[in-house]
């Protein structure tokens, strides 16, 4: 099913292979990451520049750590096209991040002022002359120029391999990697020493072609798949006491309830206690929420439609952006659009469900990796809504060279200018896949300081539409075995969970401070820094979501539901509950200071509940669609953090972070924030 860029909010579907997603963790490269101003701590700057003489100026790792010469197999194809881009600074320094904090922090002589995307132009984007000191450049080289943002992020070009070399004097050679063959360039990309303003080149090499997945060109509804039975229409409805498998297979008797068939509508906003508030006319009206995802799928809007129909929720209010549209870059044949039909239909469907009275924007990127920056920079320099919820990310904080700066600028962007924005925080946990000794770390952009992590938690609701409980989504998963006899479950193995942990690059935000305990942002020693998530929602796939997509099944393509999960969903029902708060309050820009500032009237996830909740069985398919190829059984522990460095524990914790939306006296106090 989903084929996802790396890491973060990868769509986990609940299918008995699982995780067909799955990140190609970007442990692929761990390329040199561009200097963030002073927040980034001792990162490796690729948009510093070092005299090299000949009046030009090397970028700093700028070489991806891949292309190593025992990997070395020849002379890259010189005729190859290359389209990158080069990035650059913003005017000002610090002062962006700085103004972009100011106005989100309530208290601030500054909160609540945020710039119109013209005026933050005029203060901090790349001066034109710069931007023409660069096209200029190029041309003379024999690139052909092509988009340029509005607000003069980068200047987009086309060439050959052999130009590149040229004009960056350097050589591109082939590497075998993960047994793909990729283009690389041997040594340190220079550029004239005249243009100071460049802060990375991006696209010469082919790191992110090691975040690609299965080669589907084409947008076809993606392989059915549905949930087996027995399955439960709330929590405890099913258990293995009063209700027989459809096969006789018998089961331990511990965990004792059979998984949820997925949450949908009133379930999940009496969970989050927001159906008042919905019911009452604070449903998001006036709101815009962004989806941005790659591809487009064609039934996405008709599935939203028919969804909504069947969960009493109103009429979906939403506009497609279906790219190329402005991006010059077509599709990559090597990419999975097909793959990326469940994720924009859990966005979409889970924003309207905790706000269907908003507006959904959906926004597509041509492909999954290297232009999702580039949507994400053109809905926020456009100002093209009040809200933007993000369902990927790239494993870890090790990214091809200069990728982390720009991005970050988009945010704080975004921040200055009222907009907020919120990022899966992943669904790897840790990253160490439970492997003792692995290096932690969680996941970008999540681990950014100017947008909102939001981390997934594994949900039981009542007959009444009530929160039963609320644990970390920590997975242990365990397969079903014979012991003298009698059924079994084998011992627990770590599955996923919610992405978190302790960054190595950003320091600690001034929201952070005096929440997060210092066992947590200090785990490395020295400074405080950023930890990872800030909040969380439903996302364990065992406690998911019921989604409505159109699908391709033996005996046809036709519209379906089925469970779903991952922080993908947690991400978009967080940005839902958001634009309940922005409908009353008003923009927010970064939405970090009054959600840690409200933390006391927060849901706080502990492992109070774990002895009375352990834990639920799951039935699946082997085929996943019927029961023709027979059926399988597997527990699925809650919040088994046992092999893990994160934890859940009471207040803020590195699986959690606050915690979840708590009800009419949260909405409340985050609509209140003065």
């Known amino acids: 099913m989903s084929r996802r860029p790396v890491g973060g909010g990868c769509l986990v579907p609940t299918i008995p292979l699982e995780v067909s997603c799955l990140p190609t963790r970007a442990a692929v490269a761990v390329l040199g990451v ?16 070092a005299a090299s003489g000949n009046g030009k100026s090397a970028l700093a790792g700028s070489v991806p750590s891949w292309a190593q010469a025992a990997h070395k197999v020849g002379a890259s194809d010189k005729d190859t096209q290359v389209d990158f881009r080069v990035y650059l600074n913003n005017r000002g320094g610090d002062a962006a991040s700085q103004l972009a904090l100011a106005v989100s922090t309530p208290g601030n002589t500054q909160y609540g002022k945020f710039l119109t995307a013209g005026q933050y132009r005029a203060k901090f984007s790349p001066s034109q002359s710069d931007v023409d000191g660069v096209a200029a450049w190029l041309r003379s080289q024999g690139f052909r ?9 980068y200047v987009e070009a086309v060439g050959t391999v052999v130009q590149a070399a040229a004009a960056f004097s350097t050589t591109f050679s082939d ?55 027995p399955c439960s229409a709330y929590w405890g409805e099913k258990t293995v006491q009063n209700t027989p498998t459809a096969d ?72 497609e952006q279906v790219a190329p549209g402005t991006y010059i870059r077509p599709q990559n044949p ?40 580039a949507v994400l920079n053109k809905v926020v320099d456009s100002q093209s809504a009040d809200i933007i919820t993000n369902s990927y990310g790239y494993g870890g904080e090790a990214l091809p060279p200069g990728y982390i700066k720009p991005q970050l600028d988009a945010q704080i962007q975004a921040a200055a200018t009222g907009i907020s924005v919120f990022f899966s925080s992943g669904d790897a946990a840790d990253e160490t896949g439970g492997v003792a000794g692995a290096r932690p770390t969680p996941d970008w952009p999540a681990s950014s300081p100017y947008v909102t992590a939001v981390g997934g938690t594994s949900l039981g609701v009542a007959q009444d539409n009530s929160r039963l409980f609320e644990l970390g989504w920590e997975t242990g998963r365990s397969t079903l075995i014979t012991v003298n006899g009698a059924p079994a479950w084998s011992p627990r193995t770590f599955q996923y969970g919610s992405g978190g942990g302790t960054s190595r690059l950003f320091a600690q935000p001034s929201y952070q401070a005096g929440v997060v305990p210092d ?18 929602a439903v996302g364990d796939p065992t406690t998911g979501m019921k ?126 924030a003065p």
């Open 34 to 49: 561009a200097a963030v101003s002073c927040a980034l701590v001792g990162a490796t700057s690729s948009s510093a520049v």
């Open 145 to 153: 120029v092509g988009y340029v943002p509005d607000n003069k992020k």
């Open 175 to 229: 590497y075998t990697v993960e047994n793909q063959r990729l283009r690389s360039n041997d040594t340190a990309l220079q550029i004239p020493s005249s243009l100071g303003s460049v802060q990375a080149v991006i696209g010469l090499d082919d790191s992110l072609a090691l975040v690609k997945r299965d080669a589907k060109p084409d947008a076809a509804p993606s392989p059915g798949f549905r949930n087996a039975p």
């Open 248 to 319: 006789g297979t018998k089961l331990p008797t511990i965990p004792s309830a059979f998984a949820p068939c997925g949450y949908a509508g009133a379930q999940l906003q009496g969970a989050y206690g927001v159906a008042s508030a919905i019911a009452g006319g604070n449903d998001g009206t006036g709101v815009t929420v962004a989806v941005i995802d790659a591809f487009a799928s064609p039934t996405a809007a008709a599935d939203l439609a028919t969804y909504s129909q069947r969960h009493g929720l109103a009429a979906p209010k939403l506009t």
């Open 334 to 373: 090597r990419q999975d659009p097909q793959g990326w039909a469940g994720e924009e239909t859990l966005d979409l469907e889970a924003v309207h469900t905790m706000a269907p009275g908003a507006n959904l924007l959906y926004v597509s990127g041509p492909n999954n990796y290297r232009d999702l920056d």
């Open 519 to 536: 066992t947590i942002s200090k785990r490395y020693g020295g400074a405080a820094m950023r930890v990872v998530p800030d909040v969380s």
């Open 547 to 672: 989604v409505g997509q159109t699908q391709t099944f033996p005996d046809g393509a036709y519209y379906d539901e089925y469970r779903l999960g991952g922080t993908s969903l947690s991400s978009p029902l967080y940005a839902g509950i958001w634009a309940l708060a922005v409908q009353r309050h008003g923009h927010y820009g970064l939405a970090n200071p009054v959600l840690y500032a409200v933390q006391g009237l927060t849901y706080d996830i502990t492992k109070a509940q774990l002895g009375t909740y352990p834990g639920a069985v799951r039935a699946d398919y082997v085929n996943g669609v019927d029961a023709s190829g027979g059926y399988t059984y597997t527990a699925r522990w809650f919040d088994w953090d046992d092999p893990l460095t994160i934890h859940v524990r009471p207040l803020y914790d590195d699986v959690t972070g606050v915690g979840s939306p708590n009800g009419s006296a949260w909405l409340q106090a985050v609509q209140s």
